[in-house]
């Protein structure tokens, strides 16, 4: 069984730039959520994607974008970069036929704006 | 408004000693509750998890966590820490009502002293 994968697994931009973060996620789950962790805080929710739709989004502005894929890959994508995005980007699977909340996370992309 | 607090920036223990970090939670009902830990550039690694019945439930690496719904908690605790305990540790909460949204505390870092 394949867990969640993440790549790249560090990238740096400059502000006002678009970056795109991929997601695998683990086999079997059809659900994944995207979270952004700033350094010295916990996760937060950006949104959710299931079968291919946006199910549920967190307080992040519309520059935040993403996209999940028939394989139910995903893709987190922000344009107009701040120098507040830097931190790092986590992604979690799950799977619906399961405990709804139970979520497995990736490693993680570690994102620097300058 | 869901919300997690955990109280303890930093947490230093003896490798050996008894260890209980404290979460508690704002949720309009009895939430889904987990402890994730996250080690250094990593991502986060499910501990254990409630969801129902006995409010005292086992994780691996031999911790545990007590839910108690009086004073809103759901502390988790080991008898004998490692040094390899050493990382962040975060509380969350989930809906029960469905969605994968989970509210993360601001994390507890845990030292070990050998």
């Known amino acids: 069984e394949t867990g969640v994968t993440q790549s790249p697994t560090h990238l740096i931009k400059t502000r006002g730039q678009q970056v795109t973060l991929r997601c695998s996620s683990q086999s079997g789950h059809n659900t994944v959520s995207w979270y952004q962790q700033a350094l010295g805080q916990g996760p937060q929710f950006i949104f959710q994607?299931?079968?291919?739709?946006?199910?549920g989004r967190g307080n992040f502005p519309p520059r935040f974008s993403g996209l999940q894929f028939p394989n139910y890959s995903s893709e987190l994508n922000v344009n107009a970069l701040e120098l507040d995005d830097s931190a790092l980007y986590l992604c979690?699977?799950?799977?619906?036929?399961?405990?709804?909340?139970?979520?497995?996370f990736g490693p993680g992309t570690r994102l620097t704006v300058l | 408004a869901q919300s997690v607090t955990q109280p303890d920036i930093h947490i230093t223990v003896s490798e050996g000693a008894s260890l209980e970090l404290r979460c508690n939670y704002s949720y309009g009902a009895t939430p889904y509750l987990f402890w994730y830990v996250q080690s250094p550039g990593q991502g986060l690694q499910l501990l254990l998890k409630y969801f129902s019945g006995d409010t005292l439930v086992q994780g691996i690496k031999g911790f545990e966590a007590e839910f108690k719904r009086s004073q809103s908690s759901f502390n988790l605790r080991k008898p004998s820490v490692h040094w390899s305990d050493a990382a962040e540790y975060f509380c969350a909460v989930g809906p029960t009502g469905g969605g994968n949204k989970l509210t993360f505390g601001t994390g507890t870092q845990l030292k070990v002293e050998l």
């Open positions: 979690a699977s799950s799977s619906t036929s399961g405990r709804a909340n139970e979520q497995f």
């Open positions: 994607y299931y079968r291919e739709e946006e199910n």
